[in-house]
T-cell receptor, first 113, second 114 residues
């Protein structure tokens, strides 16, 4: 599986934007970029995904570099409830809609009040 | 609550005992996954089902582990002769076969083997 690299941790202040980076230099043409987050004592939660174009949903925005070798998850206004581990995952869809996901260690986001 | 449900939430067992966990997926989801997560690590894939068929098993799933999904609805994960190294959070997820809605995870079952 193609690998992703994320910072171990990041800090943000409440109500400020947060940009969480992810490098995936070995991404293939059939890899979608997925983001999940895991709040303390909870299972992972789907955040957003994209292939080539930037994507927006109610939770976040995903900015994908033109060469697709990196991406950035953007939380527009961080709240205390956004404190979590954020995982950037490449999902190969060439074999069908299979959510056999390979999680790394992710980025631990701390949000300061 | 229409999310993925896992029971029990916590289980403490003595080494050598057998344990069984249950997962109830979102009702219209035909794919079901089991993951294991140890402290400080991301979840690791164990196995997945499409309806009642178990389509893939990770090398992490030793012969002491068995998973079933009778009738393609709920699933059980059994660990026989538990070892201390089995202590972890066991997560279940479900998804649709088609579309790109993401996988939905339950809150997990935390197993402690003493």
């Amino acid at each position: 599986d193609a690998k992703t690299t994320q910072p171990n941790s990041m800090e943000s202040n409440e109500e400020e934007p947060v940009h969480l980076p992810c490098n995936h230099s070995t991404i293939s043409g059939t890899d979608y970029i997925h983001w999940y987050r895991q709040l303390p004592s909870q299972g992972p939660e789907y955040v957003i995904h994209g292939l080539t174009s930037n994507v927006n949903n109610r939770m976040a925005s995903l900015a994908i570099a033109e060469d697709r070798k990196s991406s950035t998850l953007i939380l527009h206004r961080a709240t205390l409830r956004d404190a979590a581990v954020y995982y950037c995952i490449l999902r190969d869809v060439s074999g069908g809609s299979n959510y056999k996901l390979t999680f790394g260690k992710g980025t631990l986001l701390t949000v300061n009040p | 609550d229409t999310g993925v449900s896992q029971n029990p939430r916590h289980k403490i067992t003595k080494r050598g005992q057998n344990v069984t966990f249950r997962c109830d997926p979102i009702s219209e989801h035909n794919r079901l996954y089991w993951y294991r997560q140890t402290l400080g690590q991301g979840p690791e894939f164990l196995t997945y089902f499409q309806n009642e068929a178990q389509l893939e098993k990770s090398r992490l799933l030793s012969d002491r582990f068995s998973a079933e999904r009778p009738k393609g609805s709920f699933s059980t994960l059994e660990i026989q002769r538990t070892e201390q190294g089995d202590s972890a959070m066991y997560l279940c997820a479900s998804s649709l076969t088609t579309g790109m809605t993401g996988a939905f995870f339950g809150q997990g079952t935390r197993l402690t083997v003493v």
